[in-house]
């Protein structure tokens, strides 16, 4: 308790705490898209359930691993060495890593499943359907376990690195906690909208998948050492948004006179 009000009065505290807030709510920008493109694949009755339970293990894992901080950083430690060596940069350093850490596994693991998944999904949305000679955009091809099983790996994944940032960024484990658990609070908020927003909007759903595609090789590229800014990531991700959103306003207004012509006819 002494400590709690230590930080209540610390302006630094204050400071980290809002920092790292922020910090947390994109991290879980990542870990939000894939959910509600995944759980737009099941039935509508299971949508909502599958993404409180998604959001929830997140929370959970979030939690579990803030309470073994130790072992987490024992997870940045070396396993092995390939004993390779690239091409030096210009400052003479290894063009990318030869030791590899169960961290860089466990990314490369995730980044690679990302990717099969985002490619599979862009391939079955670009197949037309059979019987009715449209993609097959939201279709529900999914049953509720295998959804929630490759939630919970990737939410695994996605826990690691925001853990890891927070261990980076404060000392204090009652921030770290409230921070995640903010976070998290805003990922169940926003949940819902999100997955309706691209659910009802199929250039948003290739945009997400697309999203998917570039994550997944940012943890790759992580996962060998090359170490990509996440701000580059997220600016590239909001300034594609926003084309998005422009194209969407010039197909609205176009679509407007179209109407009303059909309509004095």
């Not at 908020?189 to 595609?213: D, K």
């Not at 990531?233 to 422009?246: C, P």
Request: glycine fraction near 8%.
């Amino acid at each position: 308790m002494q400590e709690i009000a230590a930080l209540l009065n610390d302006p630094a505290a204050w400071a980290a705490l809002i920092t790292l807030i922020v910090m947390e709510v994109v991290l879980g920008i990542d870990n939000l898209i894939f959910i509600s493109v995944l759980t737009n694949k099941l039935p509508e009755a299971q949508r909502a359930n599958a993404r409180r339970i998604g959001i929830s293990l997140a929370l959970i894992m979030r939690l579990v691993l803030l309470g073994t901080i130790t072992f987490i950083i024992g997870l940045t430690a070396p396993v092995f060495d390939l004993g390779l060596t690239g091409s030096p940069d210009s400052h003479g350093n290894p063009a990318f890593e030869t030791e590899f850490s169960w961290r860089d596994i466990i990314l490369i693991t995730g980044g690679l499943f990302l990717v099969w998944k985002a490619t599979t999904e862009i391939h079955h949305s670009m197949e037309p359907d059979k019987h009715e000679g449209a993609p097959r955009v939201g279709r529900a091809s999914l049953n509720f376990g295998a959804a929630l099983v490759q939630i919970i790996l990737l939410d695994l994944v996605f826990s690691i690195d925001s853990i890891l940032t927070a261990v980076g960024m404060t000392d204090h484990l009652p921030i770290m906690v409230v921070a995640v658990i903010f976070a998290v609070g805003v990922m169940m908020i926003s949940a819902g909208p999100l997955a309706r927003f691209i659910e009802q909007n199929p250039t948003i759903v290739m945009l997400a998948l697309s999203f998917l595609l570039m994550i997944g090789m940012v943890l790759i590229a992580d996962g060998f050492g090359i170490h990509v800014p996440k701000g580059y990531v997220y600016a590239a991700m909001a300034f594609s948004g926003f084309v998005e959103m422009l194209n969407m306003l010039a197909r609205r207004g176009k679509s407007k006179p179209a109407a009303v012509e059909t309509a004095s006819h």
